[in-house]
C-alpha cells in the first residue's frame, strides 16, 4: 500500500549504542519530518526536510541527526542512545507548503532504551 | 508564537453519547485547521480539516467548523461508537515556508459499550 513506512516497529536498545531509524515513502512528498511522541508531551518534531537535500531542526533536535538520502528516504540516526531518548518515533511525510494538506504518518517505531 | 490548546483527557463516555473536544488555538493569521485520530498502537490519521474561516470539516460521523471569532475548531459527533476510543489531535499550519503542522497535546477518548 501506498505510503509512509516505518522500520523497526520495535527496538530495544542499550544505553550508548547506536541505531538508525528508517522512512520511507511513495507518495512523492516534498517534505519528511520525524517527531517523538512521549505521555503527556503530545508530538514534538525533532527534524523536517522541506525538500531533497535540506534539513532544519525542529523542537527537540537534540541527540540526533538525520539524513535526507533522496526523495523517498529520511533517516533518523541516535549516536548514543539515552534512557531519555525512550519513546515512540513517528516519520511523516507531506506533499509540499501547501496550507490544505495534512501530513501522512507512518505507523512508528517504538523505541526503548535501557 | 502559534499554539493550539486541546481540552486535557481522558474523556470517558459510554457508547451513543455525544462527543465534543474542545480545541482553541493561537494565531497571527489565518491557517487551515485539522484533526487527526491516532488509534492504539497505530500512527497518526488525518480526520478531517477546514482551510477558511466558517468551513465544516466532517469524515466519520465526525465535523468540525472553523470559527475565527472564537479561534476554535471543536470537535463533534452525535453518537459515539467503542471503536471511536482513540487519542484526538488539533493542529494547524500554514502555507510556504512556515507551514509545519503544528500540533495540540491530543485528548485521549475511552468508550464504554
Known amino acids: 500500500n501506498a505510503g509512509v513506512t516505518q522500520t523497526p516497529k520495535f527496538q530495544v536498545l542499550k544505553t550508548g549504542q547506536s541505531m538508525t531509524l528508517q522512512c520511507a515513502q511513495d507518495?512523492?512528498?516534498?517534505?519528511m519530518y520525524w517527531y517523538r511522541q512521549d505521555p503527556g508531551m503530545g508530538l514534538r518534531l525533532i527534524y523536517y526536510?522541506?525538500?531533497?537535500?535540506?534539513?532544519d531542526k525542529g523542537e527537540v533536535p537534540n541527540g540526533y541527526n538525520v539524513s535526507r538520502l533522496n526523495k523517498r528516504e529520511f533517516s533518523l540516526r541516535l549516536e548514543s542512545a539515552a534512557p531519555s531518548q525512550t519513546s515512540v518515533y513517528f516519520c511523516a511525510g507531506d506533499p509540499g507548503n501547501a496550507a490544505n494538506y495534512g501530513y501522512t504518518f507512518g505507523s512508528g517505531t517504538r523505541l526503548t532504551v535501557v | 508564537g502559534d499554539s493550539v490548546t486541546q481540552m486535557e483527557g481522558p474523556v470517558t463516555l459510554s457508547e451513543e453519547a455525544f462527543l465534543t473536544i474542545n480545541c482553541t488555538y493561537t494565531a497571527t493569521g489565518y491557517p487551515s485547521l485539522f484533526w487527526y485520530v491516532q488509534y492504539p498502537g497505530e500512527g497518526l490519521q488525518l480526520l478531517l480539516k477546514a482551510t477558511k474561516a466558517d468551513d465544516k470539516g466532517s469524515n466519520k460521523g465526525f465535523e468540525a467548523t472553523y470559527r475565527k471569532e472564537t479561534t476554535s475548531f471543536h470537535l463533534e459527533k452525535g453518537s459515539v461508537q467503542v471503536s471511536d476510543s482513540a487519542v484526538y489531535f488539533c493542529a494547524l499550519r500554514y502555507g510556504g515556508s512556515q507551514g509545519n503542522l503544528i500540533f495540540g497535546k491530543g485528548t485521549k477518548l475511552s468508550v464504554k459499550p
Open positions: 526536510s522541506a525538500s531533497e537535500g535540506t534539513t
Open positions: 507518495m512523492n512528498h516534498n517534505s
